[in-house]
């Protein structure tokens, strides 16, 4: 009945959990039930629902495309410029969508830091998988633009999952920072809306890097979104467009650090969750 | 029988202070708290109390607490309000960290320490099975193998794809009960969920909880409010109080010094009647005497027993009746008796009650007083008055008593004949 062996558990003052990260192996499904009922219950007596999920980034890409493409008159470097938007969007709004959400998961599941055990880390987790499926819806979408624009996409467009991959590290590592940080400062929550929307227009989403200058282009890419974009849209424009190497390096490191960061200062402040939320 | 959990000197302390845990902390206080910290250790660079405003507090909620817990025992938690029962609970939990000490738990643990924990209003009840199975720490292959039996113990078969929004809260915590109470843990820590819920389920509950440990040698730790729940179910109790532990041992030797440390008896209680003075009738003293008018707060058993409410009448009213309602410790209502409606006119009167007859079984006993007029509750009067009945036996004809022979001890009327 029960295979598993006795293991015996200290909890000891001060000492910090060894069995932290076996835990969160013993306790993936809960992080697939937690990612299920986010993902139910945001559709749930919705009329429109799903569709919103199609809409949403589909209108974005429209209205970037006439500000900065038709207005703005920035140039796309040769793609559709609805495409080359669009490109950029599909990281962009997967990264916002995973850090906002994450932001404020902990606050919101804060019924179950105080009555429940299980390692914490699986609750902002959880967010970005939401973000997770509405990329793959936007994915679809994606790929209906290139039909109607008869777009074919090189080779490169095999690497996809590798930016996506680097996105997932991005949004991982900010959100378990900011997820931490704002269970103890509450006024992370008016300071999210304004990173994201600041965001957008320090990343090369509704324009391309190539329009930044040779001298500010380096430090442009400490933004690690810059590296993902700039990645997306060289996989999907069938490398069109050239990534600028060092700032693409110093990007992924800076992805790394804010997971390496995320992850320490979550651990750290995980131990008062209980206590201040 | 092994050590299952071991606590050795725990505790746990709280920092109270406004700029502190207090849980609305915001990053400007933060940063302006931390200037302030520096420029004071600035000026004053060896004081030791560099705190720019008042000074923090600490709260032990938990001190020096040690204990163990051998595998297959049922162990009560008791102690009043802020004792630290949740937080010794919450702890062992693994909810919240221990400030000292160590703990070492050998079996799985879960922990019962709300109803529903988890449920999602927007979700149906057949999904809220899963996702609150999944978060008291079930597999999924598990709570599907037991889903048909969850869902026949709650009840709520017919509702099962509604959202659980839609239920009404009886429904509500059946449900929640029924994914809790077929946890498969070693180890299962139970905080006052029962307090929850109808009597009928209440019993149901404690009914599995019994059922699962004794016959699967699961360890239960079950803090509750509820001595008879607590007696029923556990062997031995802990006693908390101010976050140190005050007695262990046999529940009920437990329960006995905690109720008779929580209730002071005393013969004579004095109401303050601030807001009764315009009413018709309120009651001013209350006494309890033995049956030569002196003033006791403890009988024998098999004593007769009075006791005097003195209350004043305002004005002539008619059908006024007074109530004396006795409880014993249990909570269970025991007898209410009143007298006849009575015509008075405005003055100070005295209600005696006098036990000649019924002889109740020894332990604590708390008193009820109502003054009505008719139908209509005038006052009502619901304080910790109590008296005990104690267990000296003088004269021979009664017979063995103890605590569960039962509520009374008054004898039938009893022969033994042969049988031809």
Redesign the interface.
């Given at each position: 009945?029960?295979s598993?062996k006795?293991?015996?558990?200290?909890?000891?003052?001060?000492k910090s959990k060894l069995h932290y990260w076996r835990d969160l192996w013993t306790y993936r499904?809960?992080f697939?039930?937690?990612a299920?009922?986010d993902i139910?219950?945001r559709y749930?007596?919705t009329v429109i629902g799903v569709a919103w999920s199609i809409i949403r980034p589909f209108l974005s890409m429209v209205v970037l495309t006439v500000v900065f493409g038709k207005i703005a008159g920035l140039s796309s470097g040769g793609a559709p410029y609805a495409i080359m938007v669009y490109a950029a969007m599909l990281p962009w709004q997967f990264f916002s969508t995973s850090f906002s959400e994450s932001a404020n998961a902990l606050i919101s599941n804060s019924?179950?830091?105080?009555?429940?055990?299980?390692p914490r880390l699986i609750i902002p987790s959880t967010s970005i998988v939401v973000g997770l499926i509405d990329f793959l819806i936007s994915l679809g979408i994606l790929v209906i633009l290139m039909i109607y624009y008869h777009y074919l996409p090189g080779w490169q467009i095999i690497t996809l999952p590798l930016f996506l991959l680097l996105a997932t590290v991005t949004s991982l590592g900010t959100g378990f920072f900011i997820s931490a940080l704002n269970v103890?400062?509450?006024?992370?929550r008016y300071i999210v809306p304004f990173i994201v929307q600041f965001g957008l227009y320090i990343s090369p989403v509704g324009y391309s890097s190539d329009t930044i200058s040779e001298k500010w282009r380096f430090l442009y890419s400490l933004n690690p979104m810059v590296g993902v974009i700039d990645g997306f849209r060289w996989a999907i424009l069938g490398g069109s467009t050239k990534i600028y190497l060092p700032g693409f390096f110093l990007s992924i490191l800076v992805s790394l650090g804010f997971l390496y960061v995320g992850i320490k200062t979550f651990r750290k402040m995980e131990?008062?969750f209980?206590?201040?939320? | 029988m092994d050590t299952i959990i071991k606590v050795e000197n725990l505790s746990k302390k709280?920092i109270i202070g406004h700029k502190q845990?207090?849980?609305?902390?915001?990053?400007?206080d933060?940063i302006t708290q931390n200037i302030g910290d520096f420029k004071s250790k600035f000026i004053h660079p060896f004081s030791k109390n560099f705190s720019s405003d008042s000074p923090l507090e600490e709260f032990w909620a938990l001190k020096g607490i040690n204990f163990e817990v051998k595998q297959g025992e049922r162990i009560g938690i008791i102690g009043r309000n802020g004792a630290g029962k949740s937080t010794l609970l919450?702890?062992?939990?693994?909810?919240?960290?221990?400030?000292?000490?160590?703990?070492?738990?050998?079996?799985?643990?879960a922990?019962l320490?709300?109803v529903g924990?988890?449920f999602?209003g927007?979700?149906s009840g057949r999904?809220n099975i899963?996702?609150n199975g999944?978060?008291?720490?079930m597999?999924?292959a598990e709570i599907k193998q037991k889903f048909d039996e969850i869902v026949d113990f709650s009840g709520v078969e017919k509702f099962l794809d509604t959202?659980v929004k839609r239920y009404s809260s009886g429904m509500y915590v059946r449900l929640a009960f029924a994914v809790a109470a077929h946890l498969?843990p070693?180890i299962l820590i139970v905080d006052e969920v029962l307090s929850v819920g109808d009597a009928e389920f209440q019993k149901k509950c404690l009914g599995k909880m019994e059922v699962v440990s004794k016959a699967e040698g699961r360890t239960v730790l079950f803090v509750s409010h509820n001595m008879g729940a607590v007696q029923k179910l556990c062997y031995n109790s802990i006693l908390l109080e101010n976050g140190k532990i005050i007695s262990t041992g046999g529940s009920n030797e437990v329960i006995d010094f905690y109720l008779n440390q929580a209730n002071a008896s005393s013969s004579e209680y004095i109401f303050s009647n601030v807001r009764e003075s315009e009413k018709v009738a309120y009651a001013t003293k209350f006494s309890l005497e033995d049956v030569n008018g002196k003033a006791i707060s403890e009988i024998p058993i098999g004593k007769v027993w009075r006791v005097k409410i003195y209350f004043t009448v305002n004005y002539l009213v008619e059908n006024l009746i007074i109530g004396l309602g006795m409880i014993n410790m249990f909570e269970t209502p025991i007898r209410t008796s009143w007298n006849i409606p009575l015509i008075l006119e405005k003055g100070k009167y005295i209600a005696v009650f006098e036990e000649n007859k019924i002889f109740f079984a020894p332990g604590r006993y708390r008193l009820l007083i109502g003054i009505s007029k008719g139908k209509e509750i005038i006052q009502y009067i619901d304080k910790d008055i109590w008296f005990t009945i104690l267990d000296i036996i003088e004269e021979q004809e009664t017979s063995v008593i103890n605590h569960n022979s039962g509520l009374l001890i008054n004898q039938m009327k009893m022969y033994v004949e042969k049988d031809y």
């Open positions: 009945m029960n598993e006795k293991i015996e558990l200290i909890i000891e003052a001060n499904e809960l697939y039930f937690l299920w009922r139910l219950v749930k007596q019924n179950l830091l105080t009555k429940v055990y299980f103890q400062y509450r006024d992370f131990r008062i209980a206590d201040v939320v | 709280y845990l207090s849980g609305k902390k915001t990053f400007r933060a919450k702890i062992l939990s693994r909810i919240t960290e221990p400030s000292t000490g160590k703990i070492t738990i050998n079996g799985r643990v922990s320490l709300e924990t988890g999602n927007e979700l999904e899963f996702l999944a978060i008291l720490g597999h999924r959202p498969d070693e």
